[in-house]
């Protein structure tokens, strides 16, 4: 009887799972059959959209007068694209060029027309430095490339073999109103060339903001800015200026890369640099040498700097007027100029050589040598010197330096500070003649003796000391040092 029940049970709890069974298979949804049961592949990604989903490819160079227009940009560069000579290439406003890895070679003309509301754009594939090669620009030295013009464009991503955004070869380009960023290098690259650029911004370049190397002309700057580059500068190498040039203040500061010199032009008076008011010129450790006139003339507003390009005393060699004994180097001018930071391997902020300037309202500080020989603000050697109203501070060694006078000096109004020695020293002379030394404001210091030659005369005018360093003022003519009672003379030992 047990055992009969127990298999009743059993079988009806076998019912009832099989019922529940059956019920939880109803609620599942159905399972694919056949070729369907098999697990169906993942849908593929959505295509990525191409970066220019418009535009036109260029392939082939330019060897016809073309234009590339708004409606078909943007242009993207297949390969290296000329621009032949005698043809121009024309870009309307608000167009855009693009390129990996390749650039614009033009030997031709390239008039990129850009406004500033649809300015012209040439980038890389990328935002990447160097991503593509720039825009070449070049002529020969026959025949310079003229009459290319970039106005309201902006060139960005260079430097990918060219390694600069914008390279000119014996050209002569105008650029206004655009910007030219992001180089792997310099901004601007030119040789053998010039420019004309007028409200452009340099910006995020690795090198300078612009390098001009042997320039074949002045260069016309004006508005221009620059900001994060390597060099926040327009920097020039290896130029030699003969002729009449002047350097406008552009608002960047111009960048002695390499040595500068103001040249004589054949058995020409000689050649002259005019330096405008409010310009500054920075130095990488070179002097600026001036064999021809140099016409600085700033005014208290808009004063000239010459300084190094890293504020540190000793960092440039100075500045150099020289001639020579057989044609001394006269008539440069000096006003509102401060000359800072010079010395280093040389002898002065601002060195005289067989030279006469005039010089007023100056500064001249911080000269210190890196060497084991004095240096001081102003050196002149064989040479002479109109000098008012100017002031000489922390130079290593002496305020002014004279080493054999070529004529007696023009010295007014003069202040020193912080100086080794706040005064004018004159090192061994023999004075022939009539000489006079005026009242400067600073003492004279008498390294060497001073000779006055039978039938000479020095007249030391009231006011003045002089101090000597064991060596005698020696007369053999006439000395006349007439003091008053407010302004007596004096003379003493160092």
């Given at each position: 009887m047990n055992r009969e029940k127990t298999r009743s049970l059993a079988m009806s709890g076998g019912l009832l799972?099989?019922?529940?069974?059956?019920?939880?298979?109803?609620?599942?949804?159905?399972?694919?059959?056949?070729?369907?049961?098999?697990?169906?592949?993942a849908p593929p990604p959505p295509a990525?959209?191409?970066?220019?989903?418009?535009?036109?490819?260029?392939?082939?160079?330019?060897?016809?007068?073309?234009?590339w227009t708004l409606a078909g940009s943007p242009y993207q560069l297949a390969a290296n694209i000329a621009v032949a000579p005698g043809v121009t290439l024309r870009l309307d406003p608000g167009v855009t060029v693009e390129a990996d890895g390749v650039g614009l070679d033009v030997a031709g003309t390239l008039l990129a027309q850009g406004t500033m509301t649809q300015p012209v754009t040439f980038t890389g594939a990328s935002p990447t430095p160097g991503i593509w090669?720039?825009?070449?620009?070049?002529?020969?030295?026959?025949?310079?490339?003229?009459?290319?013009?970039?106005?309201?464009?902006?060139?960005?991503?260079?430097?990918?073999?060219?390694?600069?955004?914008?390279?000119?070869e014996y050209a002569d380009v105008s650029l206004a109103g655009g910007a030219l960023r992001h180089s792997l290098r310099d901004g601007l690259y030119a040789v053998h060339s010039t420019a004309a650029i007028s409200g452009t911004a340099f910006s995020q370049n690795g090198g300078y903001a612009a390098l001009f190397e042997q320039a074949s002309g002045d260069l016309d700057l004006h508005n221009l800015s620059a900001s994060q580059n390597g060099h926040d500068g327009i920097a020039l190498k290896s130029t030699t200026l003969t002729g009449a040039h002047?350097?406008?203040?552009?608002?960047?500061?111009?960048?002695?890369?390499?040595?500068?010199?103001?040249?004589?032009?054949?058995?020409?008076?000689?050649s002259t640099l005019t330096i405008e008011p409010g310009v500054v010129v920075q130095s990488e450790g070179v002097g600026f040498y001036v064999e021809g006139q140099l016409q600085a003339v700033g005014t208290a507003v808009s004063p000239i700097l010459f300084t190094a390009d890293t504020p540190t005393a000793g960092s440039w060699d100075g500045l150099h007027i020289q001639g020579?004994?057989?044609?001394?180097?006269?008539?440069?001018?000096?006003?509102?100029?401060?000359?800072?930071?010079?010395?280093?391997?040389?002898?002065?902020?601002?060195?005289?050589?067989?030279?006469?300037?005039?010089?007023?309202?100056?500064?001249?500080?911080?000269?210190?040598?890196?060497g084991a020989f004095p240096v001081h603000g102003i050196l002149a050697a064989d040479s002479t010197a109109v000098i008012r109203d100017s002031h000489f501070a922390n130079n290593h060694d002496y305020a002014v330096y004279f080493s054999a006078l070529s004529a007696d000096p023009v010295l007014e109004n003069l202040t020193a500070a912080g100086n080794g020695t706040d005064g004018i020293a004159l090192i061994h002379s023999d004075l022939a003649g009539a000489h006079r030394w005026e009242a400067s404001g600073l003492p004279y210091y008498l390294l060497g003796q001073?000779?006055?030659?039978?039938?000479?005369?020095?007249?030391?005018?009231?006011?003045?000391?002089?101090?000597?360093?064991?060596?005698?003022?020696?007369?053999?003519?006439?000395?006349?040092?007439?003091?008053?009672?407010?302004?007596?003379?004096?003379?003493?030992?160092?």
């Open positions: 799972g099989a019922l529940l069974l059956v019920c939880l298979l109803a609620l599942l949804p159905a399972a694919p059959t056949g070729a369907l049961a098999q697990s169906a592949p990525a959209a191409p970066r220019w989903p418009t535009g036109t490819v260029i392939t082939e160079d330019v060897t016809v007068n073309t234009t090669d720039g825009i070449r620009i070049h002529g020969t030295a026959q025949t310079p490339n003229t009459g290319s013009m970039l106005a309201h464009t902006v060139v960005e991503y260079g430097g990918d073999h060219l390694r600069y955004n914008l390279f000119l002047t350097w406008e203040d552009g608002g960047v500061p111009y960048l002695l890369a390499g040595v500068v010199g103001v040249h004589h032009v054949g058995t020409a008076p000689g020579t004994a057989q044609a001394p180097n006269t008539g440069s001018t000096l006003a509102y100029v401060t000359v800072a930071y010079g010395g280093q391997y040389k002898s002065a902020n601002l060195h005289l050589d067989w030279a006469a300037a005039t010089i007023t309202h100056c500064t001249f500080r911080d000269a210190v040598s890196l001073v000779d006055v030659l039978a039938g000479a005369e020095l007249t030391v005018a009231p006011g003045v000391e002089v101090r000597a360093a064991g060596s005698p003022l020696d007369v053999a003519g006439t000395l006349r040092a007439i003091g008053t009672a407010a302004r007596p003379i004096t003379f003493t030992a160092i």
